[in-house]
Nanobody
């Protein structure tokens, strides 16, 4: 399984970005997927995750601003980020868990595969 993120970049506060995560190596669309981020000097934190049934869950810090979605036909996970703030600056990672539901989808230990990350900078 390979996960490849794209769509990161630099944006001014209040702006928007859409991250993509291309999934290859299998065709099963019922696995949980999540977005995580890690800022310099901080631990990796869960941002949002979506279970195998399409239910999305968000961290308090991004709820109402970020939207996670998955296009099963394109085998791609997305993260639409609106109203970006400087504190959203981080490397963003997508991850996949080999399960259709998780007890703690915002916890990184639940996931089996990770992308290489894409930088998001908000100034």
């Amino acid at each position: 399984v390979q996960l490849v993120e794209s769509g990161g970049g630099s944006v001014q506060a209040g702006g928007s970005l859409r991250l993509s995560c291309a999934i290859s190596g299998h065709t099963d669309s019922n696995y949980c997927m999540g977005w995580f981020r890690q800022a310099p000097g901080k631990e990796r934190e869960g941002v949002a995750w979506i279970d195998g049934y399409g239910t999305a869950t968000y961290a308090d810090s991004v709820r109402g601003r970020f939207t996670i979605s998955k296009d099963n036909a394109r085998n791609t996970l997305y993260l639409q980020m609106n109203s970006l703030k400087p504190e959203d600056t981080a490397i963003y990672y997508c991850a996949e868990a080999l399960a259709s539901t998780l007890d703690d989808g915002l916890g990184s230990r639940e996931y089996n595969y990770w992308g290489q990350g894409t930088q998001v900078t908000v100034s």
